[in-house]
């Protein structure tokens, strides 16, 4: 039988362990652009992509271990669960070759980044991604982060209880714009005390669209400082550019010229007043003309779309914006003329810039100092 002093040592011993482990783990797992890091990020995400971007020949991931591969959810979603040495890995799927997978990039209206979304008649996302109340996400990306979130959650309680504390969200394409919004979504439940609040979360988006507006993005990338968040894009790559931004008056901050531009016009001594007027109109009418009609195609009318998959889903009100914006800390794969010897343009194939091997080549030419 252990006597007393022998296990109080052996409680002491444990302890140390347990520290000395959880030390280890924090000064392995850093913030900050790892090129190494994100390459292993980029093999994760190609384990489950679409055939059409990627080929066999495509290298594996060495440092991780997929432990868990969901269902498929929401609007053709899906997610893989990877685990490491110091870190388990969150890979969200990018965009399948199915309609409906496709339906969530067009349904681009946007949506308030805090509230609810009545995803189904069992199923309230309740969602808070940024504090301010201007902050709008894309609507389409925000169901699949609903319907992920619902079944990632249970398993960062179980990692966690197992002494995990470190976790990688990352993903290609659609995949990276959802990263985008879960990183906002979970970070935010840490603060509410959903999730304990020594986990780390850190985040690479490769070849991600633009997820919100402007003022998700101030939030986002003020939640996101310090070097734990990253979005890796090829220059080449048209998708980065998506969805079409429009900015109005409205979009700028409060304090601004242009949302009081016709009080200042009416100031000015006649026949400046006309000028100024016609020039005014002749700026501000087509931008809110595009945003109602960008809002009525790609918003009320898609949502019709959407209830074919998901009949039970009622769509929030809109937010009546759509400047989108380029968002996160950025890494820049500069095509040059060595990259387009190797990747010509061909307009046959529009997703030949936006595909993993050129990704991964020019990832493979960053040198240290370059991010």
């Known amino acids: 039988m252990m006597n007393r002093n022998s296990y ?31 390459l292993e990020m980029l ?5 489950q992509a679409n055939r059409a971007y990627i080929d066999s020949t495509f290298p594996k991931p060495q440092q991780h271990t997929m432990i ?22 969150i890979s969200i799927r990018g965009t399948t070759n199915t309609t409906t997978s496709w339906l969530a990039n067009f349904y681009a209206a946007t949506v308030a980044a805090k509230g609810s979304l009545h995803l189904n008649n069992s199923f309230t996302f309740d969602y808070n991604l940024s504090d301010d109340p201007r902050a709008a996400v894309h609507i389409g990306w925000l169901i699949a982060t609903g319907y992920l979130s619902a079944d990632i959650l ?33 970070d935010n439940l840490k603060k509410t005390g959903r999730l304990p609040g020594d986990i780390q979360f850190k985040t690479y988006c490769s070849a991600a669209p633009k997820p919100g507006n402007l003022y998700f993005a101030y939030s986002y990338e003020n939640m996101t400082k310090g070097g734990w968040a990253y979005n890796v894009v090829n220059s080449a790559d048209w998708v980065p550019e998506a969805p079409i931004s429009i900015q109005k008056e409205t979009d700028f901050n409060v304090v601004n010229p242009f949302v009081n531009a016709s009080g200042i016009i009416k100031k000015q001594k006649f026949p400046m007043n006309l000028v100024l007027r016609s020039a005014h109109r002749s700026l501000s ?23 074919k998959s998901l009949p039970e889903f009622k769509a929030p009100p809109f937010m009546h914006t759509s400047n989108y914006v380029r968002t996160g800390a950025t890494v ?40």
């Open 332 to 371: 820049t794969l500069y095509a040059d003329e060595s990259y387009y010897n190797k990747f010509p343009n061909d307009s046959s194939k529009i997703f030949m810039h936006h595909l993993f091997a050129p990704y991964f080549y020019l990832v493979n030419k960053l040198k240290e100092g370059d991010y």
């Open 43 to 47: 093999k994760i995400s190609g384990m």
């Open 68 to 89: 868990y591969r969901s269902a498929v959810m929401g609007l053709d979603n899906r997610w893989d669960l990877w685990n490491g040495t110091n870190d388990a890995v």
């Open 154 to 186: 249970p398993k960062i309680d179980s990692l966690y209880k197992t002494g995990q504390r470190n976790f990688i969200i990352t993903g290609h394409s659609q995949g990276g714009a959802i990263s985008f919004l879960m990183t906002a979504y979970l």
């Open 285 to 307: 009418h087509p931008l809110n003309k595009a945003q109602r009609k960008h809002e009525k195609l790609l918003g009320k009318r898609a949502t019709k779309l959407i209830r």
């Open 8 to 38: 109080f040592n052996t409680l002491v011993l444990t302890f140390l362990f347990s520290l000395l482990i959880s030390v280890s783990n924090a000064q392995s797992f850093k913030g900050g652009f790892s090129k190494e890091e994100f």
